[in-house]
């Protein structure tokens, strides 16, 4: 298959050779999609119907983001840049971590969804490490699933891209890598995230109402010395048909615990941190 002709397929749970499928898609595109998968896809339109009215309602505001801790909500003008870029990406976003504040009536979905996540997560690091080549094996400080155990640091974020105006010319989320070992994302309740190929062609994901995606993040491409690239994605422009309507998403940001060595140069930790000062999130 030309990368021209290359499109992400859906992997079924189910399928015998899930955990090889898995991991092929992750080493061609940095990205794979899975149905069939154990996430409870009704939980998540629900929490993307209440957490769109909350951040209407303007209650956001109560939960303003603490700057050291990193919990909390995040208004369009405290968003982060992506690395390279000064102008803020377009979006609202609320970060929940099982440690952190979070509105009550919306806790007990929030918190279901992250443990839930975390646990199935920890199956898609063993297949990771299942079909990873024996010349990496010696890289791995300790089995990746046991990596995430007990870890205070990985991140569920709520994420709102606002409607956008006709003729306002914005970037939801700039193109980027993420930080973390992989990230777990629910179908979004619209279109617009991007792979960049190789070729430095955009691809458009399909938005299928069923799918979870998982990328894989800059520390696991770091522990793996980039034999799982870590890709650049973005969440493009929306198109004229739907530049009224809002767009709801729900990544989990899977991260080791702060004394995980992931490299000669790095722990979880000091990777963390010098990504985030990096990015001017933390100085």
């Avoid at 690395?83 to 803020?88: D, L, N, S, T």
């Avoid at 994420?159 to 306002?168: F, I």
């Avoid at 279109?191 to 299928?208: K, T, Y």
Wanted: proline letters at 7%.
């Amino acid at each position: 298959m030309t990368e021209s002709a290359a499109t992400l397929e859906l992997i079924s749970w189910h399928s015998p050779n899930v955990g090889e499928e898995f991991v092929n898609s992750l080493r061609e595109f940095g990205f794979a999609a899975l149905c069939d998968h154990p996430l409870d896809m009704q939980r998540v339109e629900r929490i993307y119907k209440n957490w769109r009215a909350f951040f209407a309602s303007g209650e956001a505001a109560d939960f303003t983001m603490d700057p050291k801790k990193q919990d909390g909500f995040f208004s369009v003008s405290q968003a982060e840049s992506a690395k390279g870029f000064v102008e803020r990406d377009f979006k609202e976003y609320y970060q929940y971590y099982p440690w952190g504040r979070c509105p009550e009536a919306l806790l007990a979905d929030i918190s279901t969804h992250y443990r839930d996540t975390v646990a199935f997560a920890s199956e898609l690091l063993s297949f990771v490490e299942r079909h990873s080549p024996e010349h990496l094996r010696p890289r791995f400080s300790e089995p990746l699933s046991a990596m995430i155990k007990d870890s205070g640091q990985s991140m569920l974020r709520i994420l709102h891209y606002p409607p956008v105006e006709p003729g306002q010319k914005v970037l939801r989320a700039a193109p980027h890598e993420d930080i973390n070992l992989l990230t777990i994302l629910p179908a979004a309740d619209g279109p617009g995230l991007e792979i960049r190929r190789q070729s430095g062609d955009w691809l458009a994901v399909p938005n299928r109402p069923e799918q979870v995606l998982v990328n894989i993040g800059d520390m696991l491409q770091e522990i793996t010395d980039g034999w799982f690239p870590s890709t650049t994605h973005q969440v493009a422009t929306p198109t004229q048909e739907s530049l009224t309507a809002g767009r709801m998403s729900l990544p989990l940001f899977l991260h080791p615990r702060p004394e995980v060595v992931l490299s000669e140069r790095h722990t979880a930790g000091s990777y963390l941190d010098e990504r985030l000062r990096e990015l001017g999130v933390v100085v």
